[in-house]
């Protein structure tokens, strides 16, 4: 029996020093205007959906094999495979809560085994992106994606670091701020600073066990 339910965001928590939209738009050629859009979302100037828009545009016309081979080479934290078989190992169901494109979310639970993931959708069509959005996704659907895997909030825990999981941290028994931006540190139940993500493993065992 499945004890409770573990949530990771993407974003500046299994991805350091920058961010999966920004990693490919680089290789797209509109890494200004993401860079610009992720800074006014994250000063709360524009809402993600406005912020998917302006990233989706800059994907249009490229392959998906494109997209993909440049999130192949994304730079990650260390442990991320370490944590999820720890989880498994102690019935505990890992999942990727996260703003970043679902082929990002797609491409990590394929190589490390979470068990689900959500995102907003690219569009796509003939193996080429539109540059138009097919299904948006905000920081409340991310909390309601989490809250849906159908455990009680108390046997929740969420591993994030930005804006983006504020509604989620808000809701789960248990908030991890792993390297995380000021906002997020505000209001986290721990704070974890380092360079790999087992070292949240000790508060997880903590929490789990006494619940």
Request: include cysteine; proline fraction near 5%.
């Amino acid at each position: 029996m499945t004890r409770g339910l573990v949530c990771f965001d993407v974003d500046g928590t299994l991805v350091p020093g920058t961010s999966s939209c920004a990693w490919v738009a680089a290789a797209l050629g509109h890494e200004a205007e993401l860079v610009a859009a992720e800074a006014a979302y994250g000063e709360g100037r524009l809402t993600n959906q406005e912020a998917s828009i302006i990233d989706a545009r800059g994907w249009a016309g490229h392959t998906e094999d494109e997209v993909l081979a440049r999130l192949e080479t994304l730079p990650l934290v260390a442990g991320i495979g370490e944590t999820v078989a720890w989880c498994r190992e102690h019935d505990l169901r890992p999942i990727l809560t996260t703003l970043a494109w679902t082929p990002v979310g797609r491409l990590l639970a394929r190589r490390f085994g979470f068990a689900a993931y959500c995102g907003p959708v690219p569009e796509a069509g003939g193996g080429r992106y539109t540059g138009e959005v097919a299904e948006h996704l905000d920081e409340y659907g991310k909390r309601d994606f989490a809250l849906a895997q159908g455990f009680a909030p108390e046997r929740c825990a969420a591993v994030g670091d930005s804006r983006s999981d504020l509604p989620l941290f808000a809701a789960v028994g248990m908030s991890i701020g792993f390297n995380a931006a000021p906002d997020a540190r505000a209001v986290a139940t721990h704070l974890v600073d380092g360079d790999d993500l087992r070292a949240v493993l000790p508060l997880l065992e903590r929490q789990f066990n006494s619940v």
